[in-house]
């Protein structure tokens, strides 16, 4: 049994530079003084996979800051490992 999330530490795989990279971070998040997350959040204040995930993503990219801009798509291909395909829908069809 994998114990490290109640002990928390939580592992995300990212695909950066053509592999498969492990990015492991624990689970103290960056609070603004009003105790709500400094970057992104769930919807749901219990759930707390978006603001993890991001925090991983950050220590890849070196810091918070190194994610601004980019596109989509790259972002997609780093959690995926898969190039996006990009579908252009027609309404009058």
Same mark, same amino acid.
Request: with cysteine; proline share 4%.
């Given at each position: 049994? #994998?114990?490290?999330?109640?002990? /928390?530490?939580?592992?995300? +795989?990212?695909? +950066?530079? /053509?592999?498969?990279?492990?990015? *492991?971070?624990?689970? +103290? $998040?960056? =609070? *603004?003084? +009003?105790?709500?997350?400094?970057? %992104?959040?769930?919807? #749901?204040?219990?759930?707390?996979?978006?603001? $993890? =995930?991001?925090?991983?993503?950050?220590?890849?990219?070196?810091?918070?800051?190194?994610?601004?801009?980019?596109?989509?798509?790259? /972002? $997609?291909?780093? =959690?995926? /490992?898969? %190039?996006?395909? *990009?579908?252009?829908? #027609?309404?009058?069809?």
């Amino acid at each position: 049994v #994998d114990h490290s999330f109640e002990m /928390g530490f939580h592992t995300f +795989r990212f695909f +950066r530079d /053509g592999k498969w990279m492990y990015v *492991t971070i624990d689970d +103290r $998040l960056p =609070l *603004t003084a +009003r105790k709500q997350f400094v970057f %992104a959040h769930c919807q #749901d204040p219990k759930e707390m996979w978006v603001p $993890l =995930l991001e925090k991983a993503y950050a220590k890849i990219c070196n810091c918070y800051q190194h994610m601004e801009g980019g596109s989509i798509a790259e /972002g $997609l291909m780093d =959690l995926t /490992g898969e %190039a996006p395909e *990009t579908f252009k829908w #027609d309404k009058d069809k």
